[in-house]
């Protein structure tokens, strides 16, 4: 299996303006994903006989991996995995409510998408210092809101993410400076619910 690579965004940088600037995506994307990239090939020149593992299994078993690099892949490979997620679930003009079945089930699970904004909003306010909020599904297939902290993936709890905000300064302060709970409402008005779904149905299998 060749080396982890950098993905291509599937818009151009200024394509999430005015909600998240230019300047933030360029920066975002081409310095501080590509370094997640770059240090994770790194950690596993380490140990090749990981090199064949998707990153999934990686994050999935990180127990397996040795010890001398496991915070590495911990690191490194969970900023891969978050971001690859996350540039997919936004895209221009979008926004809006879930439909179909991720609708349903955020009705059913979750109390309705305001009740789901409310308390996404929340876990992404109250995550302190750097971390993400996601929407993930447990092991039993429901919807579950939950945080973590740096760069650390939900894979490695046992759950599998289908929509996630990333929290870090870095991926808002040239526009919000300090204005979290700013960045956190303007974000919703590119999320691309049709690629939650999508992921959604595929975590269903």
Known sequence: MSAHVLPSL???????????????????????????????????????????????????????????????????????????????IMGKGKGGEPV??????????????????????AAATAQFGSGWAWLSLDQGGRLVIHALPNQDSPLSEGKTPILGLDVWEHAYYLKYQNRRPEYIEAWWSVVDWEAVEANYRAARG
């Open 10 to 88: 599937p818009y151009a940088f200024d394509a999430l303006e005015p909600y998240i600037d230019a300047r933030t995506m360029e920066i975002h994307h081409g310095k501080h994903h590509a370094t997640y990239v770059a240090k994770l090939n790194e950690a596993l020149d380490k140990a090749p006989e990981l090199k064949g593992r998707e990153l999934k299994t990686l994050l999935q078993q990180l127990g397996s991996v040795p010890e001398a690099i496991r915070g590495a892949v911990r690191n490194h490979g969970g900023g891969h995995a978050n971001h690859s997620l996350f540039w997919g």
């Open 100 to 121: 179909g079945q991720l609708g349903a089930a955020i009705k059913q699970e979750i109390g309705g998408f305001a009740a789901l904004r409310e308390k996404f909003n």
